[in-house]
């Protein structure tokens, strides 16, 4: 079965910190990966996509096909990046989401 | 703001009851999904149509129905509502195999 794991339900840093949220899954054939960004319970919106290999808001994460790893990088954190951060691939054949149980990032000043 | 819309925000109702909820996706978009947010089971898929048809399942309940009209606005019906209902449900669409956009959500209180 396909699983994602966030490992870290809380992840606390200081602004300017670098942070690192973790995101491991199981799947078969060639995953596709997104985070996405909840803000105090509103929309969940799109932070990356694996597949475009862009930068939004500073944040960057590299698909480790070897670690079976998507790990959401920022090298220092803001004030307004505390939210819930969720893992989610694709689920082959249907397009649904499978989303993580989410890391909640609180940055302090 | 993603494009997606849900009616209503909030919907308060009481157990037994049965209630609707409505999105309607992003102009061009073919596919919709349906997504229950809880505390205890986190975020999970429940449904997707895609051109008006039934495409993909989840964990939903035989009690929740949804369908997708003509004019590719899609309901959730949610019916003999228990306690353990209630949740944020959104709503999702795409094109069929691109990035989903999701909607504000519908907050439910079954009291």
């Known amino acids: 079965a396909q699983r994602v794991t966030q490992p870290e339900k809380l992840l606390s840093v200081f602004k300017g910190a670098p942070v690192e949220l973790k995101c491991n899954y199981s799947?078969?054939?060639?995953?596709?990966l997104f985070w996405y960004v909840q803000y105090s319970r509103q929309r969940l919106q799109l932070l990356l996509r694996?597949?475009s290999r862009e930068s939004i808001k500073g944040f960057t994460a590299d698909l480790n096909k070897g670690e079976t790893s998507f790990h959401l990088k920022k090298p220092f954190a803001q004030e307004e990046d505390s939210a819930m951060y969720y893992c989610?691939?694709?689920?082959?054949?249907?397009?649904?989401?499978?989303f993580g149980a989410g890391t909640r990032l609180a940055v302090h000043p | 703001d993603s494009g997606v819309t849900q009616t209503p925000k909030h919907l308060i109702t009481a157990t037994g009851q049965r209630v609707t909820l409505r999105c309607s996706p992003r102009?061009?978009?073919?596919?919709v999904y349906w997504y229950q947010q809880s505390l205890d089971q986190g975020l999970q898929f429940l449904i997707q149509?895609?051109?008006?048809?039934?495409?993909a399942k989840g964990n939903i309940l035989e009690r929740f129905s949804a369908q997708q009209f003509p004019d590719l606005h899609s309901e959730l019906n949610l019916s003999s509502l228990e306690l353990g209902d209630s949740a944020l449900y959104f709503c999702?669409?795409?094109?069929?195999?691109?990035?989903?956009?999701f909607g504000p959500g519908t907050r439910l209180t079954v009291l």
């Open positions: 999702a669409s795409s094109t069929l195999t691109d990035t989903q956009y």
């Open positions: 799947y078969s054939g060639s995953p596709e």
């Open positions: 694996h597949i």
């Open positions: 989610a691939p694709l689920s082959g054949g249907y397009n649904k989401l499978i």
């Open positions: 102009s061009g978009d073919l596919s």
């Open positions: 149509y895609y051109n008006g048809e039934e495409r």
